[in-house]
């Protein structure tokens, strides 16, 4: 049973580019979240994807954009990118049996040059 | 607004000896209560989680956590600590109110020494 998958593992930009991360959930699960998680820090919430939409959103710029897809995957997209937004990006799926908790991602390491 | 605290951002613990991570946490409605473990350069591992019940929860590896309402705590414990639970502790926490999202604590590094 794969869990949760990632990619890029690792990525490196230069400041005004845009990235796309990619994730796919663990088998049986339906909903997508996404956290970044700055060196030192925990967790931050940007949003979370449910059937195709986005269900709720954190405190993050429109920069931050996100997709589902018909198969529950999801994209990160992040536009105009500023060195503050060197971190870790964590994707955690969550749905069907497992209830309440999110499984979490290897994550992808974004660097902003 | 949901919050979470992890007063310490450094435990030490010999082996063998018990080990307790603290986390406190302030919700609207009832807590469902979190702990994850991060190794370096890695995602998070779910370790345990309190929504409802006996307020003691038992998780991986040996670890349990116990949900004190009236102090609004969910400290992480396990009786024998091994070198191998080094690693940074995450508290997290999501209320019943009809949010999706998760708040985490900032962690605690644990180190458990030989």
């Known amino acids: 049973d794969a869990g949760v998958t990632q990619s890029p593992t690792h990525l490196i930009k230069t400041r005004g580019q845009q990235v796309t991360l990619r994730c796919s959930p663990k088998s049986g699960h339906d909903t997508v979240s996404w956290y970044q998680q700055a060196l030192g820090q925990g967790p931050q919430f940007i949003f979370q994807y449910y059937e195709e939409e986005e269900r709720q959103r954190g405190n993050f710029p429109d920069r931050f954009s996100g997709h589902q897809f018909p198969n529950y995957s999801s994209e990160l997209n992040v536009n105009a990118l500023l060195l503050g937004d060197s971190a870790l990006y964590l994707c955690?799926?969550?749905?069907?049996?497992?209830?309440?908790?999110?499984?979490f991602g290897e994550g992808s390491w974004l660097t902003v040059v | 607004a949901q919050s979470v605290a992890q007063p310490e951002d450094q435990v030490n613990v010999a082996e063998g000896n018990p080990l307790t991570v603290k986390c406190t946490y302030s919700?609207?409605?009832?807590?469902?209560l979190f702990w994850y473990v991060q190794y370096p350069n890695r995602g998070l591992q779910f370790l345990l989680k309190?929504?409802?019940?006996?307020?003691l929860v038992k998780g991986s590896y040996g670890f349990e956590a116990e949900f004190n309402k009236s102090q609004t705590s969910f400290h992480l414990k396990k009786p024998s600590a091994l070198v191998s639970d080094s690693a940074l502790y995450f508290c997290a926490v999501r209320d019943n109110t009809g949010t999706y999202k998760y708040i985490f604590g900032t962690g605690t590094r644990l180190k458990v020494l030989a």
């Open positions: 919700v609207s409605g009832n807590p469902y």
């Open positions: 955690a799926s969550s749905g069907g049996y497992s209830g309440n908790t999110i499984y």
């Open positions: 309190y929504i409802t019940g006996d307020n």
